[in-house]
């Protein structure tokens, strides 16, 4: 089941974006379009991703659940940083370590929200056929103790995203398309 899921995105964007591929792997302004929609739509579900993770009233195995859709957003050795108010260093987390430190915070309610996301830098070409570009969005955090102690912060975050041409097997042809991953979220401000 999980192999299914894993493919499901990118099957579904194979019917808008084939007839955009071209031989020189370049990406047309419509498959652009596209692709930034992807994009956009995965940066979302992963704010959806992180509210539910952080959340108390969340069950564990649900928890669990969440953070392995979460990891399939990524490439493989994506990190996520954290920072506070209360200190000046900006800590960085492989995916699932920040996605269970999250989870565990010693807080009794959790609410995290995203907003204002969009692209700082368009998609540039790499050498190895690959494109990049990163989204920003803005994170407002806020954990309550019950004996009353609350901390509220927000960080303005980019994230690198990386484009690139792949191939499935669908009923014995095979199909190019693009797809989109996440990677590093790096902390540019923290503010209360």
């Not at 980019?158 to 792949?166: A, L, P, Q, R, S």
């Amino acid at each position: 089941m999980k192999n299914i899921l894993k493919y499901i995105i990118p099957v579904c964007i194979i019917f808008t974006l084939s007839g955009y591929v071209n031989a020189q792997d370049e990406i047309s302004p419509e498959r652009k379009k596209a692709i930034d929609s992807l994009a956009l739509e995965k940066v979302r579900d992963l704010s959806k991703y992180i509210s539910i993770i952080g959340d108390k009233a969340t069950d564990q195995a649900e928890a669990s659940r969440v953070m392995d859709r979460a990891e399939e957003l990524f490439v493989e050795e994506a990190e996520i940083g954290v920072s506070s108010l209360n200190r000046e260093q900006v800590n960085y987390y492989k995916v699932r370590q920040y996605l269970m430190r999250l989870n565990q915070l010693n807080y009794d309610k959790v609410m995290i929200k995203w907003y204002n996301i969009h692209y700082i830098s368009d998609l540039e070409r790499q050498p190895d056929g690959k494109y990049v570009g990163v989204i920003t969005v803005y994170q407002r955090f806020e954990g309550i103790s019950d004996d009353g102690l609350t901390y509220k912060d927000t960080t303005k975050k980019d994230i690198t995203i990386y484009v690139e041409k792949k191939k499935t097997q669908i009923r014995g042809r095979i199909i190019e398309f693009w797809d989109v991953l996440l990677g590093d979220i790096r902390v540019t401000e923290t503010t209360s």
